[in-house]
Nanobody
Framework: QVQLVESGGGLVQAGGSLRLSCAAS????????MGWFRQAPGKEREFVAA????????YYTDSVQGRFTISRDNAKNTVYLQMNSLKPEDTAVYYC??????????????????WGQGTQVTVSS
């Protein structure tokens, strides 16, 4: 099973940008679809973005569409989440996940078997 380590979180003012990275090890990275989820205090974990292992198709939740971009570098075994125009409501712990599903199944966290430890993103108003 692949191991995942996130980095790049921090404190940023509203309107600012952050880029999260997730480094994978212990598996063949290109075989996995990759996703980003987030969990705010008192709320359930929610889907943010995913990139499919099949064709590299990207998926976003509506609230981040046009502001966030997911990408992957298979040579570096890394997936990224570029977050622009950040809002206070984006504040959460962000988790990277790896799974073997594809297409619309990627919005479901149960599709993903491997998870990172999470990185905190805090957006101040």
């Amino acid at each position: 099973q692949v191991q995942l380590v996130e980095s790049g979180g921090g404190l940023v003012q509203a309107g600012g940008s952050l880029r999260l990275s997730c480094a994978a090890s212990g598996g063949t990275f290109s075989w996995y679809s990759m996703g980003w989820f987030r969990q705010a205090p008192g709320k359930e974990r929610e889907f943010v973005a995913a990139i499919s292992r099949r064709y590299g198709t990207k998926y976003y939740t509506d609230s981040v569409q046009g502001r966030f971009t997911i990408s992957r570098d298979n040579a570096k075994n890394t997936v990224y989440l570029q977050m622009n125009s950040l809002k206070p409501e984006d504040t959460a712990v962000y988790y990277c996940a790896a799974g073997t599903g594809w297409d619309s199944t990627l919005i479901d966290p149960s599709t993903f078997a491997s998870w990172g430890q999470g990185t905190q993103v805090t957006v101040s108003s």
